[in-house]
């Protein structure tokens, strides 16, 4: 079974790696260094200082109440972590790790513990952007 997975892991990052880009003159760019630097000049390219357009700030016409309030701030639990991955497409594009939400779904009982303290993590401490101080939220 250990082997099994291996396999899967390598064959999804190898169907994963881009081997080649075509530019728009018809050249084709197959050098690793090559479309990496293409990659990254791109995407320079695109989303420059001067194409930016930020979204405009928009005022919500309706404050919370204390019950929303007590909602949005109740402690995560593992049960809420459950019923939201079990509504989730197992099928769904993988993350980061290379892992799709199936394989958090089949693997929940072994997974649930780790899943639950690296939510708790991230929703205890916030570092919302425009500010490099943490917000703790508790």
Same mark, same amino acid.
């Given at each position: 079974? /250990?082997?099994? $997975?291996?396999? %899967?892991?390598?064959?999804?990052?190898? !169907?994963? +790696?881009?081997?080649?880009?075509?530019? *728009?003159? &018809? +050249?084709?760019?197959? #050098? =690793?260094? #090559?479309?990496? /630097?293409?990659?990254?000049?791109?995407?320079?390219?695109? @989303? !420059?200082? #001067?194409?930016?357009? *930020?979204? *405009?700030? @928009? %005022?919500?016409?309706?404050? @919370? +109440?204390?019950?929303?309030?007590?909602?949005?701030?109740?402690?995560?639990?593992?049960?809420?972590? =459950?019923? !939201?991955?079990?509504?989730?497409? &197992?099928? %769904?594009? *993988? &993350?980061?790790? &290379?892992?799709?939400?199936? $394989?958090?779904? /089949?693997?929940?009982?072994?997974?649930?513990?780790?899943?639950?303290?690296?939510?708790? !993590? $991230?929703? +205890?401490?916030?570092?919302?952007?425009?500010?490099?101080?943490? @917000?703790?939220? /508790?």
């Amino acid at each position: 079974m /250990h082997k099994i $997975f291996l396999y %899967s892991i390598r064959s999804r990052k190898s !169907n994963n +790696t881009l081997r080649k880009v075509v530019l *728009p003159d &018809g +050249t084709e760019l197959e #050098e =690793a260094r #090559e479309v990496q /630097h293409y990659t990254v000049e791109y995407y320079k390219t695109l @989303l !420059n200082k #001067e194409s930016y357009q *930020p979204l *405009p700030k @928009l %005022s919500a016409a309706r404050t @919370l +109440t204390e019950e929303d309030n007590r909602f949005l701030c109740a402690e995560i639990t593992v049960e809420e972590i =459950a019923v !939201n991955l079990k509504q989730m497409k &197992g099928d %769904s594009s *993988p &993350g980061p790790d &290379g892992f799709t939400v199936g $394989f958090f779904q /089949h693997c929940w009982e072994v997974v649930k513990d780790d899943l639950y303290q690296q939510s708790r !993590n $991230f929703l +205890t401490v916030v570092n919302f952007s425009g500010s490099s101080t943490p @917000l703790s939220l /508790h």
